[in-house]
């Protein structure tokens, strides 16, 4: 695309914001699929959709906020043949700064925890974090035909 | 957490009748599974057909459910819908438990 066409380059789309708690999310996550893009997507790629953006954003609430709290932000945006997605929060930066590996889990374990990077990296592409003045953001891609 | 039981022969089955088992409701889900589940019986279903999403809280939740009343009795699963079951594939859970395709089906099979 055109490294010119600023609309192609940050495309227009939608933003949420809500507090880094658990019940939050689950409001927010509510809220975002009543809505365009994700109230338009087909029923797998909703499903897909919600399993990613419930982990990345209890992710934060979990890990980089802890019980400290603090706000976090979602945009959306149709793009490229999949929905962009990108979050933004205050809490703690990811360990040794970079995403989790997501190590496939042993069934045979029967671990209670271990899975939500795992179903991310499985789901989301073109999967990028940085932090920025204190920033943490975390973008990704996920397919829409499921 | 809105679980409703029943014995069915020798069945504990419960179902649980909230359409999400996600990081907000994770603890409590498996709290009231756990207090439902002190009925004696020796096979127990849990019937997910109403639960239409379940993040890895919610399988974690599951997990330690099977884990706490294992040895002597099996947690077995049924009526998984589409994104629930997406979620037991990717993470190889689905080879963890007995799952039926509805609870009907897993009342009529010999258990195990």
């Known amino acids: 695309m055109p490294a010119d066409d600023g609309r192609a380059a940050r495309p227009a789309g939608v933003c949420y914001s809500m507090d880094g708690r658990a019940d939050a999310v689950r ?10 893009p994700l109230s338009g997507l087909s029923a797998t790629a909703r499903g897909t959709a919600e399993i990613v953006l419930a982990e990345v954003l209890n992710n934060i609430v979990e890990h980089a906020y802890g019980d400290a709290g603090g706000t ?39 671990a209670e925890g271990g899975y939500g990077w795992h179903l991310i990296r499985m789901l989301a592409r073109n999967l ?8 943490n953001c975390i973008t990704f891609l996920l397919p829409l035909d499921g | 957490m809105a679980l409703k039981s029943e014995i069915r022969g ?17 603890i ?7 207090d439902v589940a002190a009925v004696p019986a ?30 002597a009795r099996r947690l077995e699963l049924a009526g998984l819908t589409p994104t629930v079951e997406k ?6 859970m689905d080879s963890v438990f007995t799952i039926h395709p509805s609870l009907d089906q897993g009342l009529g099979h010999a258990g195990g």
């Not at chain 1, 979050?87 to 040794?96: A, K, L, N, S, Y």
């Not at chain 2, 020796?42 to 997990?63: C, E, H, K, N």
């Open chain 1, 27 to 36: 409001d927010g996550l509510h809220r975002m699929f009543d809505a365009p």
């Open chain 1, 72 to 110: 976090i932000r979602l945009c959306l945006a149709l793009h490229d043949g999949g929905l962009l997605c990108r979050t933004e929060d205050r809490g703690m930066p990811m360990p040794q700064g970079r995403l989790p590996p997501g190590i496939p889990p042993d069934p045979a374990l029967t």
């Open chain 1, 128 to 135: 990028g974090y940085s932090r920025v003045a204190g920033v």
């Open chain 2, 10 to 26: 020798d069945v504990l089955v419960i179902r649980a009748e909230q359409a999400r088992i996600d990081a907000a409701g994770a």
């Open chain 2, 28 to 34: 409590s889900f498996k709290e009231a599974m756990r």
């Open chain 2, 42 to 71: 020796p096979r127990v279903i849990l019937d997910l057909s109403q639960v239409t999403f379940l993040d890895s809280s919610g399988l974690g939740a599951v997990v330690a459910v099977m884990k706490h009343l294992a040895p």
């Open chain 2, 87 to 92: 979620v037991f594939r990717l993470t190889r």
